[in-house]
């Protein structure tokens, strides 16, 4: 889309008069740092320049294939871009994946199908192969002169990894693995690039090795030729077919027919399969091979926090430009961004962003620091990381697939157009609750690490940092509720170790009357993803806080106040939506609701005369945005108009079947 240059609506120009604080300083706070900003600003302007970001016809105008192929061509260019030009024109040698993951989106408006390329098949190389297996595969993977997935979900199970189908039988005789699919539930399903893009592909498998199964295990895979780019003898792979969104990723099936890869192929970092067969099993945790897993939920976060700047972005600055209905007889209609309840739709939005996205950065951050404790031997904060990675990653998409949706409710009809992007954004977001471990699957995870921490703090041992509430609860402390920020976490805490301790003995009397231990967990298992959720929004409330007030300690007064009072609104609006929960397990009064809910509708008029600058301090290229309704000028009628003018439907003034069909129908000829 070629974007024409208006000038800027004049409610939009007045909302940015209003705006109380200076944007850049926001930015540099989410960039990390100016220079951050300006070097994530160097990449925009190189890609943008590059012409890569320019389509004849609007996507959603094209076919299918025809949105594979044009996805294809600029991912080819795009990568082609980023090996050579970025890096020579911005000098920049060690390319911030956040700045290349913002850009993208200027070029796909849907997703690239070389996303898990980089997003799991170059993570899964440098986290599974050997240092010798790394030198052969990590060079070629990074100069894309291979492209590869991942393929571990299959038709018949996705969530039960240990009951995937696929197996890879050693043959001592040759040293080589025989991968086979053996029913039709076995065929992989849903790998992004596979049904048409790459040439390999990390599949897991059950491992057999002298007649004994090993579980799954992780094998580099070539599955077509690298000049013809057929599919090799034995295997058979294709596209799955049409999706709600993710259409341009040829997410793939794949079967196996006893087809031959050399022992070396299996990724050995963990476990290996020696020359004659003998398994060596891992030295150090059993799910290691689920690390890349974990890689992409912590990045998930990430995801979440992006898109929902995305929308919430699109929806204020719409909401500042549109009027409709009257407050008062004959007085002119107010922007819709002064109606009270469409501040409540709006602003919890740009709150969220700013909670995940400071979480997002805090989780990468122990991703980092757990990776390196495992780098010397000590997979002691593994479990941690899991059980944090993987409720962040559930409530975070949920919540973004939600606030993204009410983005699109708050635009009215004009949101439901594909070119206000919205739908986009939302099918994108909608599909994270789901990939990369489902949101009930990931939430009984932290459960069980819970109620493990529960028992462990029952017996006088000391847990880890996140869930240290659970000592202070199993000693007695009283919930005594106070309306600041700390006071709020405190209680927010108080409810989740009563729901964790609830669970407890749910499973604990369950036991009592005779069910063993698989059946009285199964009862409780509603329970326990109520439990992860508390305890994950107590972390979410807790880091959100100290990010803020760590990060803007030197920051000006203005911008203190403006993040503060965004902290503030998160959290009244979660001790709102949770006054049950809060009338429980803390000692929260109806009074104490009253303020709550007095200093929420407050809030929401603080905010008011900030919120566009709010959404600019996003940052969010027009490009990126691809938004009829999101542009920085606010030229939503033009757009809209000029869009419509443009819709290949409209080339002809009569289309053919009108000849073809109504006519005749008009004439009682059909
Ligand atoms: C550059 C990139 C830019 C942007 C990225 C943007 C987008 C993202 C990229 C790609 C998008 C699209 C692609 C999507 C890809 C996929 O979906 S790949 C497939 C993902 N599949 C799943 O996630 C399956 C979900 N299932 C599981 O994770 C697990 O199997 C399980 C159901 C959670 C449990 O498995 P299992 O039955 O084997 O284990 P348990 O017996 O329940 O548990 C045993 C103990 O192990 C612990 N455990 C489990 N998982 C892990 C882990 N990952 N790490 C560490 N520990 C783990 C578990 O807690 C138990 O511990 P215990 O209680 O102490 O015994
Ligand atoms: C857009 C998209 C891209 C994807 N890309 C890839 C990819 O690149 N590579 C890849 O390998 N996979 C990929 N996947 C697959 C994805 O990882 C799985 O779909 C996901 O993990 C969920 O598994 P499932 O489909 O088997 O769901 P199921 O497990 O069948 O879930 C169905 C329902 O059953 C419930 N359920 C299942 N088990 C339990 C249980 N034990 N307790 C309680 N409830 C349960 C779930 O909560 C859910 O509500 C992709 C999926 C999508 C949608």
Same mark, same amino acid.
């Given at each position: 889309?070629?974007?024409?240059?208006?000038?800027?609506?004049?409610?939009?120009?007045?909302?940015?008069?209003?705006?109380?604080?200076?944007?850049?300083?926001?930015?540099?706070?989410?960039?990390g740092?100016?220079?951050?900003?300006?070097?994530?600003?160097?990449?925009?302007?190189?890609?943008?320049?590059?012409?890569?970001?320019?389509?004849?016809?609007?996507?959603?105008?094209?076919?299918?294939?025809?949105?594979?192929e *044009?996805?294809?061509?600029?991912?080819?260019?795009?990568?082609?871009?980023?090996?050579?030009?970025?890096?020579?024109?911005?000098?920049?040698e060690?390319?911030?994946?956040?700045?290349i993951?913002?850009?993208?989106?200027?070029?796909?408006?849907? &997703?690239?199908?070389?996303?898990?390329?980089l997003g799991?098949?170059?993570?899964?190389?440098?986290?599974?192969?050997?240092?010798?297996?790394?030198?052969?595969?990590?060079?070629?993977?990074?100069?894309?002169?291979?492209?590869?997935?991942?393929?571990?979900?299959?038709?018949?199970?996705g969530?039960?990894?240990?009951?995937?189908?696929?197996?890879?039988?050693?043959?001592?005789?040759?040293?080589?693995?025989?991968?086979?699919?053996?029913?039709?539930?076995?065929?992989?399903?849903?790998?992004?690039?596979?049904?048409?893009?790459?040439?390999?592909c990390?599949?897991?498998?059950?491992?057999?090795?002298?007649?004994?199964?090993?579980g799954?295990?992780?094998?580099?895979?070539?599955?077509?030729?690298?000049?013809?780019?057929?599919?090799?003898?034995?295997?058979?792979?294709?596209?799955?077919?049409?999706?709600?969104?993710f259409?341009?990723?040829d997410?793939?099936?794949l079967?196996f027919?006893?087809?031959?890869i050399p022992?070396? *192929?299996?990724?050995?970092?963990?476990?290996?399969?020696?020359?004659d067969?003998?398994?060596?099993?891992?030295?150090?945790?059993?799910?290691?091979?689920?690390q890349?897993?974990?890689?992409?939920r912590?990045?998930?976060?990430?995801?979440?926090?992006?898109?929902?700047?995305?929308?919430?972005?699109?929806?204020?600055?719409?909401?500042?430009?549109?009027?409709?209905?009257?407050m008062?007889?004959?007085?002119?209609?107010?922007?819709?961004?002064?109606?009270?309840?469409?501040q409540?739709?709006?602003?919890?939005?740009?709150?969220t962003?700013?909670a995940?996205?400071?979480?997002?950065n805090?989780?990468w951050n122990?991703?980092?620091?757990?990776?390196?404790?495992?780098?010397?031997?000590?997979?002691?904060?593994?479990?941690?990381?899991?059980?944090l990675?993987?409720?962040?990653?559930?409530?975070?998409?949920?919540?973004?697939?939600?606030?993204?949706?009410?983005c699109?409710?708050?635009?009215?009809?004009?949101?439901?157009?594909?070119?206000?992007?919205?739908?986009?954004?939302?099918?994108?977001?909608?599909?994270?609750?789901?990939?990369?471990?489902?949101?009930?699957?990931?939430?009984?995870?932290?459960?069980?690490?819970?109620?493990?921490?529960?028992?462990?703090?029952?017996a006088?041992?000391?847990?880890?940092?996140?869930v240290?509430?659970?000592?202070r609860?199993?000693?007695?402390e009283k919930?005594?509720?106070?309306?600041?920020?700390?006071?709020?976490?405190?209680?927010?805490?108080?409810?989740?170790?009563?729901?964790?301790?609830?669970?407890?003995?749910?499973i604990?009397?369950?036991?009592?009357s005779?069910?063993?231990?698989?059946?009285?967990?199964?009862?409780?298992?509603?329970?326990?993803?109520d439990?992860a959720?508390?305890?994950?929004?107590?972390?979410?409330?807790?880091?959100?806080? !100290?990010?803020?007030?760590?990060?803007?300690?030197?920051?000006?007064? !203005?911008?203190?106040?403006?993040?503060?009072?965004?902290?503030?609104?998160?959290?009244?609006?979660?001790?709102?939506?949770r006054?049950?929960?809060?009338?429980?397990?803390?000692?929260?009064?109806?009074?104490? &609701?009253?303020?709550?809910?007095?200093?929420?509708?407050?809030?929401?008029?603080?905010?008011?005369?900030n919120a566009?600058?709010?959404?600019?301090?996003?940052?969010?290229?027009?490009?990126?945005?691809?938004?009829?309704?999101?542009?920085?000028?606010?030229?939503?009628?033009?757009?809209?108009?000029?869009?419509a003018e !443009? !819709?290949?439907?409209n080339?002809?003034?009569?289309?053919?079947s009108?000849?073809?069909?109504?006519k005749?129908?008009?004439?009682?000829?059909?």
């Open positions: 889309m070629v974007l024409k240059k208006y000038n800027i609506n004049p409610d939009l120009a007045l909302e940015r008069q209003k705006c109380t604080f200076d944007i850049e300083e926001i930015i540099n706070i989410f960039d740092g100016k220079e951050k900003t300006s070097q994530r600003r160097k990449i925009e302007d190189v890609v943008l320049k590059s012409g890569l970001c320019h389509d004849d016809v609007p996507e959603e105008c094209m076919s299918l294939k025809e949105r594979y *044009n996805a294809v061509r600029k991912s080819c260019f795009f990568s082609k871009l980023m090996k050579t030009e970025l890096q020579e024109i911005t000098g920049i060690d390319f911030e994946t956040p700045a993951r913002r850009i993208a989106d200027a070029l796909f408006k849907d &997703i690239s199908p070389f996303l898990l390329h799991m098949f170059v993570p899964t190389i440098i986290g599974q192969c050997t240092s010798e297996q790394l030198m052969i595969w990590l060079p070629k993977a990074l100069d894309l002169q291979i492209i590869g997935g991942y393929a571990q979900t299959e038709l018949g199970h969530t039960f990894i240990r009951g995937l189908e696929t197996t890879a039988t050693y043959d001592a005789d040759t040293e080589e693995f025989v991968l086979h699919t053996p029913t039709l539930t076995a065929h992989k399903w849903w790998a992004g690039g596979l049904g048409k893009t790459i040439n390999h990390i599949v897991v498998a059950q491992l057999y090795t002298k007649g004994v199964c090993y799954t295990h992780l094998f580099m895979v070539q599955i077509r030729d690298l000049d013809t780019h057929m599919p090799l003898p034995g295997i058979k792979v294709g596209e799955i077919g049409p999706r709600m969104g259409s341009s990723a997410n793939g099936f079967g027919n006893n087809f031959r022992r070396n *192929n299996m990724l050995m970092k963990h476990a290996q399969v020696q020359k067969g003998t398994y060596v099993k891992p030295a150090r945790h059993g799910k290691l091979t689920y890349t897993m974990v890689f992409v912590v990045t998930l976060v990430n995801e979440a926090a992006f898109n929902l700047s995305k929308a919430v972005t699109i929806a204020v600055r719409y909401s500042a430009v549109r009027r409709q209905s009257e008062r007889p004959n007085e002119p209609e107010p922007q819709i961004l002064d109606y009270p309840t469409q409540h739709k709006l602003f919890i939005g740009i709150a962003a700013h995940f996205q400071l979480t997002a805090w989780l122990t991703f980092k620091s757990v990776l390196s404790d495992m780098k010397k031997g000590d997979v002691g904060t593994l479990p941690e990381l899991h059980a990675s993987s409720c962040l990653k559930a409530v975070c998409t949920s919540d973004a697939a939600l606030l993204i949706e009410q699109r409710y708050a635009c009215g009809g004009h949101g439901y157009m594909l070119s206000s992007n919205l739908p986009y954004i939302y099918s994108f977001v909608a599909a994270t609750r789901t990939y990369e471990g489902d949101y009930t699957i990931l939430l009984l995870q932290t459960a069980r690490f819970l109620v493990k921490a529960w028992e462990q703090a029952e006088g041992k000391t847990v880890t940092p996140t240290s509430y659970i000592s609860s199993l000693k007695g919930n005594s509720w106070r309306s600041t920020d700390e006071g709020i976490i405190k209680s927010f805490q108080a409810v989740a170790a009563g729901k964790i301790a609830l669970c407890v003995k749910s604990r009397d369950r036991m009592k005779g069910l063993d231990y698989e059946d009285a967990w199964l009862l409780t298992t509603v329970q326990l993803v439990a959720e508390a305890h994950c929004r107590s972390v979410i409330l807790e880091t959100y806080c !100290n990010e803020v007030r760590r990060l803007t300690k030197s920051s000006s007064d !203005n911008v203190k106040i403006v993040m503060h009072q965004l902290v503030t609104l998160y959290l009244s609006y979660w001790t709102l939506q006054t049950g929960d809060l009338l429980r397990y803390s000692s929260i009064s109806e009074k104490d &609701i009253d303020f709550m809910q007095r200093q929420y509708e407050e809030l929401l008029q603080h905010i008011r005369p566009v600058a709010l959404v600019d301090a996003f940052d969010l290229r027009d490009e990126i945005l691809h938004s009829s309704l999101g542009a920085y000028d606010g030229r939503v009628y033009e757009r809209l108009m000029e869009q !443009n !819709n290949p439907m080339a002809e003034p009569v289309n053919q009108f000849h073809k069909y109504i005749p129908l008009l004439q009682g000829k059909l």
